[in-house]
């Protein structure tokens, strides 16, 4: 679905991007059509711009590198992660030398104890932790399940990275960090305190790094249910691109919608510099 019909002319009055990562400029190791083009129409035109990913899996340095293999030189400040907003959310509510005991991968645990998981501001606890912190692991095993159900029930408070149920591989769409957030919710019988999107942690983040007003900022996604419904809620402007996990046809019968959609990034490159 393209929007060429749509009013694009909203699009000049955007001075910053906020944008999604996965489904949007890749799908796995695989660049999606455009992805050059795009940035180097953002520089060129001087829009400010954060990168804002759900995904717990990769550091900010991690995803540095792997957009730098696709062409792109993003630096790791402009990219917010949901394991960097965790921690800046645990600093303002958790006392220095808090014990948390984690779920998730290695990218998450460097981001919360450095790499020392004893000697940072935090440190791994799986006997009496204050928090319980859980992304996505691609490599769960039931004992780490059974463990944060039974610190939860103890008392543990319950933190998610983010509520995704999928995201988009090269393969297709995979379980995501709320598919085990769903599973330790249901046998822990706690919800989770969201860090990602579509709560307003990481939106609120990057509007405070670039110094942006909300009328002059756009939210690009893929996904309706976190990228764009997060945006929208704190009134945001919004773009889907249908490239991930929201499909053309599921967006077409979908009664929440975006500003403006296009079928991927090339089409909104050509839609933005057309008003500029």
């Keep these: 679905m393209d929007t060429t019909h749509q009013n694009q002319n909203t ?3 955007f001075r910053f991007a906020l944008m999604d990562m996965d489904g949007v400029l890749y799908r796995g190791n ?7 083009e795009f940035f ?6 001087g829009i400010g711009y954060r990168l804002l990913t759900n995904n717990a899996s990769m550091t900010s340095d991690d995803y540095h590198h792997k957009l730098l293999k696709m062409g792109v030189d993003v630096p790791p400040e402009k990219i917010i992660t949901s394991p960097l907003a965790t921690i800046l959310h645990l600093r303002k509510i958790a006392p220095e030398g808090a014990g948390i005991y984690v779920i998730g991968m290695a990218a998450l645990r460097r981001t919360l104890f450095g790499e ?3 000697n940072g501001l935090f440190y791994f606890d799986d006997k009496t932790p204050r928090f319980v912190v859980q992304g996505a692991d691609f490599n769960l095993v039931y004992e780490s399940l059974r463990k944060a159900t039974l610190l939860i029930r ?3 408070t319950y933190i998610a990275t983010n509520a995704d149920p999928v995201f988009p591989s090269e393969e297709g769409l995979i379980p995501g960090a709320g598919s085990v957030a769903a599973l330790l919710q249901t046998a822990s019988g706690q919800r989770p305190f969201i860090i990602g999107k579509p709560e307003p942690i990481m939106y609120e983040l990057a509007l405070e790094q670039l110094g942006a007003q909300k009328h002059e900022t756009v939210m690009i996604g893929d996904n309706l249910v976190t990228d764009i419904e997060g945006a929208l ?13 929201t499909s053309p046809v599921e967006y077409a019968a979908s009664l929440l919608k975006a500003d403006l959609s296009f079928n991927g990034l090339p089409e909104l490159t050509a839609a933005w510099q057309s008003v500029l």
Excluded: K, M, W, Y
């Excluded at 180097?40 to 035109?45: K, P, Q, R, T």
């Design 30 to 36: 695989q660049s999606l059509p455009g992805l050059v």
């Design 116 to 118: 020392n998981e004893q």
């Design 154 to 156: 103890a008392g543990a």
């Design 40 to 45: 180097d129409f953002l520089e060129h035109a």
């Design 233 to 245: 809620r704190l009134d945001i402007p919004t773009i889907i691109t249908l490239s991930g996990v």
């Design 11 to 13: 699009l000049a009055r």
